[in-house]
């Protein structure tokens, strides 16, 4: 396979230079989700039935339920492989002390002022299924949410046509400490989650990674509930010089490639001898990959710059989901970043460690969201409440400028408010 390059130039004139996911999707995808997410709020339970049964290939029988028993998840727990059980308590534990440090305590200000910081009461988390099972979607999303404090966590994934669940999502779920699983997907999950059902109690937020059906689903009923992102296919995007493994490169490349066909990686460098080398290792991997065909259909760029830091110009206008720095001195570039969702520094941090086991989280922004949204993280479960505790003194300190502004605007009755209490002699 032939990797597409460019010089910088090129790059920079290119419409794939601009690329972006449209999330706004087709107007018949629009449209469809629409149509789903009236239907569920209007409908409830029975919508749900049967989006499930058309989309998911399975609905609760009479006397069923959409959600997963708290037994099955322990029945999951005891068969997973001791491995892979070992595995997943592993990568939580990590995940768990990197969350926890992201403490925010009340903060105060001028006398009489503090933010409150409190967490959301019940959240909901969307775990996609279909082309694969993601157990680490359900610790990345499940735990953070219980270090900030959520009382109720409630999980969604789609089900096999079978009804069933697959073994390793549920042992995760149960490790993470979810308090529900339901077996629905799609926009019609996302709905349910949203407005609430008989079956599924409403959240206040809505958490987690799918598809462009999925995606619109979250933007649709934003405003009934909070959404952590409106989430685009995976990316990767390497900057490295002629010190960077070529086959390290190559195989980085590929392993975000493999998430789906609509997915993006580019190596930006300097070294035209590395983006040959890179290009010759990429092409003999792909005679070896399992999801060969996934990663061939995907978008993989060269990108050559005159130097490293016009490769951090690309990066920054990119801005990528996932940032690679495997150059001589990673410092310098590092500070250089500032639109990347997570940065993974030097030859033997690959993405695929952040993806499991790291510990930061691996739900990032993508589609260029990176120049002004952050990873989902203890704060994506938090709200701020400000409060105010005056004294007559402070009353009156404030109240002439306060007047002012409230005159300005032609609000009276707002300079009302403060006048009647200016008159007042208690």
């Given at each position: 396979?032939s990797?597409?390059?460019?010089?910088?130039?090129d790059?920079?004139d290119?419409?794939?230079?601009?690329?972006r996911?449209?999330?706004?999707?087709?107007?018949?995808?629009?449209?469809?989700?629409?149509?789903?997410?009236?239907?569920?709020?209007?409908?409830?339970?029975?919508?749900?039935?049967?989006?499930?049964?058309r989309?998911?290939?399975?609905?609760?029988?009479?006397?069923?339920?959409?959600?997963?028993?708290?037994?099955?998840?322990?029945?999951?727990?005891?068969?997973?492989?001791?491995?892979?059980?070992?595995?997943?308590?592993?990568?939580?534990?990590?995940i768990?002390d990197?969350?926890?440090?992201?403490k925010?305590?009340?903060?105060?200000?001028?006398?009489?002022?503090k933010?409150?910081?409190?967490?959301?009461?019940r959240?909901?988390?969307?775990?996609?299924?279909?082309?694969a099972?993601?157990?680490?979607?359900?610790l990345?999303?499940?735990?953070?949410?219980?270090?900030?404090?959520?009382?109720?966590?409630?999980?969604?994934?789609?089900?096999?046509?079978?009804?069933?669940?697959?073994?390793?999502?549920?042992?995760?779920a149960?490790?993470?400490?979810?308090?529900?699983?339901?077996?629905?997907?799609?926009?019609?999950a996302?709905?349910?989650?949203?407005?609430?059902?008989?079956?599924?109690?409403r959240?206040?937020?809505?958490?987690?990674?799918?598809?462009?059906y999925?995606?619109?689903?979250?933007?649709?009923?934003?405003g009934?509930?909070g959404?952590?992102?409106v989430?685009g296919?995976?990316?990767?995007?390497?900057?490295?010089?002629?010190?960077?493994?070529?086959?390290?490169v190559?195989?980085?490349?590929?392993s975000?490639?493999?998430?789906?066909?609509?997915?993006?990686?580019?190596?930006?460098?300097?070294s035209?001898?590395l983006?040959?080398a890179?290009?010759?290792?990429?092409?003999?991997?792909?005679?070896?990959?399992?999801?060969a065909?996934?990663v061939?259909?995907a978008?993989?760029?060269?990108v050559?710059?005159e130097?490293?830091?016009?490769?951090?110009?690309v990066?920054?206008?990119?801005?990528p989901?996932?940032?690679?720095?495997?150059?001589e001195?990673?410092?310098?570039?590092?500070?250089?970043?500032?639109n990347?969702?997570?940065?993974?520094?030097?030859?033997?941090?690959?993405?695929?460690?952040?993806?499991?086991?790291?510990?930061?989280?691996?739900?990032l922004p993508?589609?260029?969201?990176?120049?002004?949204?952050?990873?989902l993280?203890?704060?994506?479960?938090?709200k701020?409440?400000?409060?105010?505790?005056?004294?007559?003194?402070?009353l009156?300190?404030l109240?002439?400028?306060?007047?002012?502004?409230?005159?300005?605007?032609?609000?009276?009755?707002?300079?009302?408010?403060?006048?009647?209490?200016?008159?007042?002699?208690?």
């Amino acid at each position: 396979m032939s990797l597409s390059r460019f010089n910088v130039g090129d790059w920079l004139d290119s419409p794939l230079s601009r690329r972006r996911l449209d999330l706004g999707g087709t107007a018949e995808q629009r449209s469809a989700v629409q149509e789903i997410c009236r239907r569920v709020a209007g409908e409830g339970d029975a919508a749900l039935r049967e989006y499930s049964e058309r989309f998911d290939g399975w609905a609760p029988a009479e006397g069923e339920s959409f959600r997963v028993s708290a037994a099955e998840l322990t029945k999951a727990l005891g068969r997973l492989p001791a491995g892979d059980r070992a595995a997943l308590e592993f990568a939580a534990q990590r995940i768990r002390d990197f969350h926890a440090a992201q403490k925010f305590e009340e903060v105060g200000g001028p006398p009489g002022l503090k933010l409150l910081t409190r967490p959301v009461r019940r959240a909901g988390v969307y775990v996609p299924g279909g082309r694969a099972a993601y157990p680490s979607t359900v610790l990345m999303a499940v735990i953070p949410a219980r270090v900030a404090g959520v009382r109720e966590v409630a999980l969604a994934t789609p089900p096999n046509r079978d009804g069933t669940v697959a073994t390793s999502i549920l042992a995760a779920a149960a490790i993470a400490g979810a308090d529900e699983v339901y077996r629905v997907g799609g926009a019609q999950a996302v709905a349910a989650l949203a407005y609430g059902t008989a079956a599924i109690p409403r959240v206040d937020v809505v958490v987690g990674p799918g598809n462009i059906y999925v995606a619109l689903a979250k933007r649709e009923v934003f405003g009934a509930v909070g959404v952590d992102a409106v989430a685009g296919p995976t990316e990767i995007l390497v900057v490295a010089d002629h010190t960077a493994p070529a086959q390290y490169v190559a195989a980085d490349l590929a392993s975000q490639l493999e998430h789906d066909p609509m997915a993006w990686a580019l190596l930006v460098t300097d070294s035209e001898a590395l983006a040959d080398a890179v290009e010759e290792e990429f092409s003999d991997l792909l005679r070896r990959l399992d999801r060969a065909a996934v990663v061939a259909a995907a978008h993989c760029c060269i990108v050559l710059t005159e130097s490293l830091e016009q490769a951090m110009q690309v990066s920054n206008d990119f801005a990528p989901e996932h940032l690679e720095l495997i150059v001589e001195d990673p410092g310098r570039l590092i500070a250089q970043v500032e639109n990347a969702g997570a940065v993974f520094v030097g030859p033997y941090a690959a993405v695929s460690l952040g993806d499991y086991v790291i510990g930061p989280n691996h739900t990032l922004p993508t589609a260029g969201s990176a120049r002004f949204a952050s990873p989902l993280g203890v704060y994506s479960f938090l709200k701020r409440t400000s409060v105010a505790s005056l004294t007559r003194g402070d009353l009156e300190m404030l109240q002439e400028p306060a007047r002012a502004l409230a005159n300005l605007e032609g609000l009276t009755a707002h300079a009302n408010a403060i006048e009647v209490r200016m008159q007042d002699e208690r």
